[in-house]
């Protein structure tokens, strides 16, 4: 079918790795053969990018909460995909020349593919041995470590952002900010003139209305008039890296131990990620319990790999000269 790449070899390795030993000469081989189906979203010339393809690279390279952002805009997908194209294109030039036969550089493919699958089997493990709830953990932690869910100062605000970008360049950002406070001082309802000038990326989420932040997280100079605002007072456009900004304290929130429901969420994520790390680790002991046997002479033939003669040696220092004691 035209929509499907059919039995497609992205990658087929044989990977012979020698570890040598004296007495038999022995050898072991490793062996990658990876064969899939998926169908087809773009071709460039030899290379074919498939939803597999363009999905693996999505997990790999942008985090999970940027995914809808990427996705929403036909530039960014477009970037991705030449990056595949990209990416695919110098693994079908390798494969035209005999780079491949070089057990070493199978080595470095494979291990590369080991670390994959690695990432891959903790999230698989951690999907699988999530709880439904949490709750009861939760509430332990909270009752034995009340200390540890205590809340800082926060404030809740207001925000306009007037940015400086490519389409708005440092004059028009400064002159619109100057027209958005001049607006809200005529008492011109703050939801309207937000609606009507801010380029917060996430406007149409927040509406430009935050809750419970702390000032030391805001940038410097928002968080230099944060101090020194009253609430319900709107400071003067500030400008920042971003562009200009104008905020309203609405209330300020005190610090203080934070009660069960007020706890509650961030004591069931610490007991998430504490089960499924555990979990995790009990994995990593059961595989390095097993005893490390080497071959004979095995760390000889790393070190003769490497022209080491032996441990007693002068290791040359940073800035070329060698330290003797």
């Known amino acids: 079918m035209n929509s499907l ?15 040598i030993d004296s007495a038999s000469a022995q050898q072991t081989q490793k062996s990658l053969s990876i064969t899939y189906e998926s169908p087809i979203i773009i071709r460039q010339g030899d290379v074919e990018v498939t939803l597999a393809d363009f999905a693996a690279f999505l997990e790999s390279r942008v985090t999970q909460d940027d995914h809808r952002r990427n996705l929403a805009n036909p530039a960014r997908i477009e970037g991705l995909l030449e990056a595949i194209v990209l ?32 990432s891959i089997y903790r999230e698989r493990l951690r999907e699988d041995l999530e709880l439904d709830s949490y709750e009861d953990q939760a509430r332990e932690l909270y009752l034995v470590n009340p200390e540890r869910f205590s809340r800082r100062e926060t404030i809740d605000f207001d925000h306009i952002l007037i940015a400086v970008n490519e389409e708005q360049d440092e004059i028009t950002a400064m002159r619109r900010a100057a027209d958005a406070s001049e607006a809200l001082a005529s008492e011109q309802a703050f ?30 100079s928002v968080a230099q008039a944060a101090a020194t605002l009253e609430i319900g007072e709107f400071s003067v456009p500030i400008q920042s890296r971003f562009g200009w900004h104008i905020i309203r304290i609405t209330s300020v929130n005190e610090a203080g131990q934070m009660d069960w429901e007020e706890a509650k969420p961030m004591a069931e994520r610490i007991a998430r990620e504490r089960h499924l790390s555990e979990a995790y680790e009990r994995v990593l002991r059961e595989i390095n319990s097993r005893p490390m046997q080497f071959a004979d002479e095995g760390v000889k033939t790393i070190l003769d790999h490497y022209g080491i003669e032996g441990f007693d040696m002068e290791i040359p220092q940073d800035d070329g000269e060698s330290s003797t004691e």
């Not at 380029?199 to 927040?206: N, R, S, T």
């Open 191 to 220: 939801d309207e003139v937000a609606a009507a000038y801010s380029d917060d990326p996430g406007f149409e989420d927040h509406q430009g209305k935050f809750t419970n932040i702390e000032v030391e997280s805001l940038v410097p």
């Open 5 to 19: 790449r059919n039995t497609l070899n992205i990658l087929t390795l044989v990977a012979f790795l020698w570890v």
């Open 87 to 118: 990416t695919e294109s110098f693994m079908q030039r390798i494969q035209r020349t005999n780079a491949l036969q070089d057990p070493f550089i199978q080595a470095r493919i494979y291990q590369a593919a080991a670390r994959e699958a690695r």
